[in-house]
């Protein structure tokens, strides 16, 4: 069986760069005869990370690659588990992350799959990977022959994966292995600390959009449960043992914590919390 992979329904860039639009990825499959069906739906939901990057580390990263002649640098950002989300800064050139994207790469990427499972340095050239030939070729068609990677945990969801390469295998020395890994251990933390910030911001601004549940007490409950029953304030009172003042005063404190005009509205909005049923 051969598997063909194909984007569907999308247009415009591939990546949103703010609201991260879902890019659906639709796997084909040939059987033996050549006749085509379709495999599982695979939904990827591509983030560009320019918008919420520091230039000035985008910048020194440049020089420094420059300066280590190294053609170019990806940034990634992958769950633990999974391909639910996929966070890309640059992705090498802008042709080869189109195809990566457009082909679900992300899913068979060597790099991202040592990431997923242990966190270390790792110096690779596209010979000794292990992977899709076809992943393997695309990679090389595209001057990513050599390079470094690092992936470092970033939270209990995310892994960050910074790799570079460089189209010609130059000799490097040992002490400068160990110095272009230590950068960018340097670099990986500063990216994904930079995500970080970002992710908890919009994590806060999200808590902070929620209504809080209403904390009612258990005598408030009782009287809310009876009152839903068609109950009077003072029928209420008599079947707890307390004033019907108090049962007032129980079924009015519902109220204002519900948000409710009136008792109908006050029994409709606990029912839809589950505060009684």
Known sequence: MKKLTL???ITGSLIDRQSSLPIIIATLCLDEDGEMFHGDCICTKFSDLNYCMDDQIKLTLDKWLYSIRFDS??????????FDDFFILEG????????YMENGFHKIDPIINKAQNYQQAHIWSSVSLSGSDRFLNCAKAHGIRYGYSMSLPINDQYIGVLSVARKEDIFVSQ???MNIIGMITVYLHKLNNQFLMDFNNKLIDKIGN???PAILTARERECLVWLAEGKTSWEISR???IS???AVFHINNCMTKLGAKNRVQVIMKAMRAN???
Do not use: C, D, H, M
């Not at 090498?92 to 195809?99: E, G, K």
């Open 7 to 9: 984007i569907t329904g």
């Open 73 to 82: 640098y990806a940034y990634v950002i992958t769950p633990r588990k999974g």
């Open 92 to 99: 090498f050139n802008a042709s080869w992350r189109r195809q």
């Open 175 to 177: 002490k400068e292995s």
């Open 210 to 212: 929620l209504t809080p």
């Open 239 to 241: 079947i707890l043992s």
């Open 244 to 246: 019907e003042r108090t």
């Open 275 to 277: 505060i009684i049923k």
